[in-house]
């Protein structure tokens, strides 16, 4: 039984298209991420949201907008995708917020 | 200069090596540091957590904090072909955002 699931897993779109990235924890975790991890492996956190609460807000373009129905769903809405935006994004939740996190197994964005 | 530094490798040794990954960090407040395990096309997965200075052992893994230092390791004793993955390490200040090295991509060939 997956954790952390993602869906989809692949997502090819062509640039100026809205596209969303669904996520879901069952794991009774109250805090939730998204991060971006660009060609060269680096993470960078995006959003965190705790038990619904948006707690992290990093400089992110404000094309991307995160919603947390509730606090085992975090979705990621991207739009008028870019080139640049092509990564591969990944969910992730933890207990609490100085806990390790379990990360999904990512969705490969690429826009053309 | 990143927050935290990795030498992305790649690091190539023969089964049975001891391996040693590091990270350097600048942020003196960092208070718990975190070695994660990603292999080709998945998520990372955690594979050690400590708080503070000092050394903790799992198994064939070790990892050692040095905050004087201002240095992480992860030894890896024993090591085998299924150990070849991207190592990262990644840090944080009491609860805020847990900040990423690059990664260092290891490769244990039989």
């Known amino acids: 039984d997956t954790a952390v699931s993602q869906t989809p897993k692949y997502l090819v779109t062509q640039m100026g298209n809205d596209k969303s990235i669904k996520c879901e924890q069952n794991?009774?975790?109250?805090?939730m991420y998204w991060y971006k991890q660009d060609s060269k492996k680096f993470l960078k956190i995006m959003f965190s949201?705790?038990?619904?609460?948006?707690?992290i807000n990093e400089t992110v373009p404000n094309r991307f907008s995160p919603k947390s129905p509730d606090k085992a769903h975090l979705n990621l809405h991207i739009n008028s995708l870019e080139l640049g935006d092509s990564a591969v994004y990944f969910c992730?939740?933890?207990?609490?917020?100085?806990?390790?996190?379990?990360f999904g197994s990512g969705t490969r964005l690429t826009v053309v | 200069q990143k927050e935290v530094e990795q030498d992305p490798g790649p690091l190539s040794v023969p089964e049975g090596a001891i391996v040693s990954l590091n990270c350097t960090y600048s942020?003196?407040?960092?208070?718990?540091f975190m070695w994660y395990r990603q292999y080709s096309r998945k998520g990372p997965e955690l594979l050690m957590y400590?708080?503070?200075?000092g050394n903790k052992e799992d198994g064939r893994f070790t990892a050692q904090v040095d905050k004087s230092s201002k240095y992480i390791s992860l030894f890896i004793r024993d090591s085998q072909p299924s150990d070849s993955a991207t190592y990262l390490c990644?840090?944080?200040?009491?609860?805020?955002?847990?900040?990423f090295g690059t990664g260092t991509r290891l490769q244990v060939f039989p």
């Open positions: 992730a939740s933890s207990p609490g917020t100085a806990n390790g996190y379990t």
């Open positions: 794991l009774g975790h109250d805090t």
């Open positions: 949201y705790n038990n619904k609460e948006l707690i």
């Open positions: 942020n003196s407040a960092f208070q718990y």
């Open positions: 400590t708080y503070s200075s």
């Open positions: 990644a840090m944080r200040r009491n609860t805020d955002k847990l900040i």
